[in-house]
């Protein structure tokens, strides 16, 4: 075997390995308590793919992609010490769009590149092209819209038709590119339009429903740089982003499913934000004292506690679990419930819980402690409104009618620590507050939950 060969069947091996260690990794984030291993597995893998891209025979450039890779790596290992858990989702955002702005740029420089390609080569590099532009300007306006730097969402009448005119040019000019027109303005109209459907479908979509457009996008990444992989003959690319292709699809399908809408309905509804508040709910929010809630809970045989973004927003996970143990101590039954979408993205509570030290035994899915609620003495909600609005099972005319929640409304008492009186992300009442047996005890979060330890220690 030559040298040449021998470098090569490395490379080959060292990608499979990768691959392997990405497929791994990915099967241990199922679990919290592999989770943490299964990112420094993938991690690993993406250290070897990255390494023996330096062995390829005819590699150049090789001061500039260390001068990337050093800038990428401080940049990356900045922002994940300083990102606040709950600015999470639009930092998977942010990173996502880059995954499919890179796989664009892989196309445009493969179709920019000339030379006579096969038929196959031409379709995937436009595919993986179109959809990675897509990707990342869509992502964009994702992270825009959750980190607060894009408030408006931008409706009109027309805007689907719009749409698809963008995608119906786009396929005419994919198809012109594949029939081996290689004119620069062509390629960069292709790929101009391409971005601005990006920008053009997520820019109407209300931030509620930003996970699942992420979720969507993190799978149209995966099957562009799945294209590219192809394209140039990479396994570890091919491998990579069909796994996170089909990840991301199934997530969105999950996310779909547990907040009862349709992919399609989220994508051109345009419902997520401010057309969510048409629901009128009669009574009066009917507040209560923490030394009240306090002793409540103290003499409670069961009591279900419900995370949500107000939570992570208050940085309340360690106090909320310290008010938990005391209970436990005094012998009360104390589970967490957690709902598919709460805090933003599939399980962001999952992590702050277990990042405050609950044991994961404490933690049950919606599924699997709905059936309890009716038997709990005290279901304390904290920073959760969609997820618990009783609206869902009762009001066709409601946006959120039909998805699944969970049943704190069926509980003895319902205690619900809030800011303030103003509706949720979506921007739709909470029929929950104005319920007989539900107490609501305003204030920030954190602070809330210091004085209900307080009040269960002097009992």
Partial sequence: MSGGDTVNLLIQVSYYAAAFLFIMGLKRMSSPVTAASGIKWAGIGMLVATLITFAYP??????????????????????????????????????????????????????LGGGEHSLVFMVLAVLGGVIGSISFSGSMIAFGKLQGLIRKDFRFKGQNILNVTILAVIAVLGMVVIGGDGNPNTIALFFALALVLGVTMTLPIGGADMPVVISLYNALTGLAVAFEGFVLENAAMIIAGTVVGSAGTLLTQLMAKAMNRSLANVLFSGFGDSEGGTTEVSGSMKPIEATDVGVMMAFAQKVIIVPGYGMAVAQAQHKVWELSRLLIDRGVDVKFAIHPVAGRMPGHMNVLLAEAGVPYDRIYDADEINAEFETTDVALVIGANDVVNPVARTDKSSPIYGMPILDADKAHNCIVIKRGQGAGFSGIENALFFLDNTRMLYGDGQAMASELISAVKEM
């Fill in 58 to 111: 005819d590699m150049h450039n090789y001061a500039l992609m260390t001068t990337a890779i050093f800038i990428g790596g401080v940049l990356a290992w900045w922002t994940g010490k300083r990102v606040a858990m709950t600015d999470m989702p639009q930092m998977i955002a942010l990173y996502n769009g880059m995954g499919g702005g890179a796989a664009g740029a892989i196309s445009g420089v493969e179709l």
